[in-house]
């Protein structure tokens, strides 16, 4: 199984709401992290879990979750977002040592939309 | 910013036609990977070259590197209709730093 599983598709939420991201992979990776990408610009990291524990957080703000309850899964947890925060929402997965060593592999995306 | 820059960032071809893309970067690298996107889903990887290496082939995908002139690009050859997607450059420099430094994309259209 080499896929990155992630719902929901879509998402539409208000600027009070309490919503969030999931991601699962049966690989076997212990690495795993959340993209934010905007229109016809690349992927920017957000997040990055090795070995369940949080590696790298890219100054994100604190509306912005993430949870790794097990080596399978990552949540990413939105509350009190703004309307610029509406974007897709990517989660990868690679073998320990990250993408110095290997590639990753993606999920299709949440495309998130904040009224 | 260390963000990788890539060129042309728009791209549109005849189903049959070469499409070439090009990939700089600022950093010295231990790889360097390409992906593909289809218009708002995942990406999906297509290629890995280590710095060591020059050249690799993957059925119609052609990949070069160079790192003297901190530089990729990648050929699709007899392009098909399906082929039309971004197609973003991808670098990794610090073993164990977990950091993809994205390049900007290319969006190539090909057209039936």
């Known amino acids: ?115 | 910013s260390q963000q990788g820059e890539e060129d042309p960032q728009a791209l549109s071809i005849q189903e049959g036609e070469n499409a070439t893309m090009n990939c700089s970067y600022k950093t010295s690298i231990n790889n360097l990977q390409w992906y593909r996107q289809n218009s708002g889903r995942g990406l999906v990887h297509l290629i890995l070259i280590r710095s060591n290496e020059r050249e690799k082939h993957s059925g119609r995908l052609r990949v070069t590197l160079d790192t003297s002139k901190k530089s990729s690009s990648l050929l699709i050859t007899a392009s098909r209709a399906a082929d039309t997607a971004s197609y973003f450059c991808a670098t990794a420099s610090i073993p164990g730093t977990y950091k993809y430094i994205f390049g900007t994309g290319t969006r190539l259209k090909v057209l039936a």
């Open chain 1, 1 to 115: 199984d080499t896929e990155v599983t992630q719902t929901p598709k879509h998402l539409v939420m208000g600027m009070t709401n309490k919503k969030s991201l999931k991601c699962e992979q049966h690989m076997g990776h212990r690495a795993m992290y959340w993209y934010k990408q905007k229109a016809k610009k690349p992927p920017e990291l957000m997040f990055v879990y090795s070995y369940e524990k949080l590696s790298i957080n890219e100054s994100v703000p604190s509306r912005f979750s993430p949870e790794c309850p097990n080596s399978s899964l990552l949540n990413l947890h939105l509350h009190a977002l703004q309307p610029e925060d509406s974007a897709l929402y990517l989660c990868a997965s690679s073998q320990p040592g990250g993408p110095a060593y290997n590639e990753q592999f993606f999920g299709p995306g949440t495309r998130l939309t904040v009224l």
